[in-house]
């Protein structure tokens, strides 16, 4: 990831991304949910309070909430489908439609205590890295 063109964590559907976890053993759980579904929301960037501008990828949860993706990997499973996880586009748009305009972050802990993400650690999120490697609308 370049800090060259990365700039704030926004909360601006324009600067994020849908990653389709459809490969997911569990993803046919969600109700409501539409083909490609289960979706997580990511952004590349940067928390605005981060002194040394490091750069970062983030999840939306439903609470608004922007988390490190190295801080989603740690948490468990149940935590993680519950906060982040949308069942369709529509449930994401109405939730981004409904966000202030500045995005807030959560800081479970201090930027040394992140370690980087285990994408092989468990099923789902092997699944979110293979949404992120197609392109929208490719799964199915």
């Avoid at 999840?59 to 906060?83: H, N, Q, T």
């Avoid at 994401?92 to 305009?101: D, R």
Wanted: proline fraction near 9%; aromatic fraction near 8%; charge should be negative.
């Amino acid at each position: 990831m370049s800090n060259l063109n990365l700039r704030n964590i926004t909360n601006d559907f324009q600067d994020v991304r849908l990653a389709s976890l459809a490969t997911w053993r569990q993803a046919g759980e969600f109700t409501p949910r539409d083909r490609n579904g289960p979706y997580v929301v990511l952004q590349d960037g940067y928390d605005p309070e981060d002194p040394k501008v490091i750069a970062d990828e983030f999840v939306l949860g439903r609470s608004g909430k922007w988390l490190s993706l190295s801080y989603f990997y740690k948490m468990p499973i149940p935590d993680r489908r519950a906060e982040f996880v949308f069942g369709t586009m529509a449930e994401v748009m109405e939730m981004m439609h409904n966000l202030p305009s500045k995005a807030q972050i959560l800081r479970p802990g201090a930027a040394a205590e992140a370690e980087p993400a285990a994408p092989e650690a468990d099923e789902m999120a092997a699944a979110l890295q293979a949404g992120k490697a197609q392109p929208p609308g490719a799964a199915s």
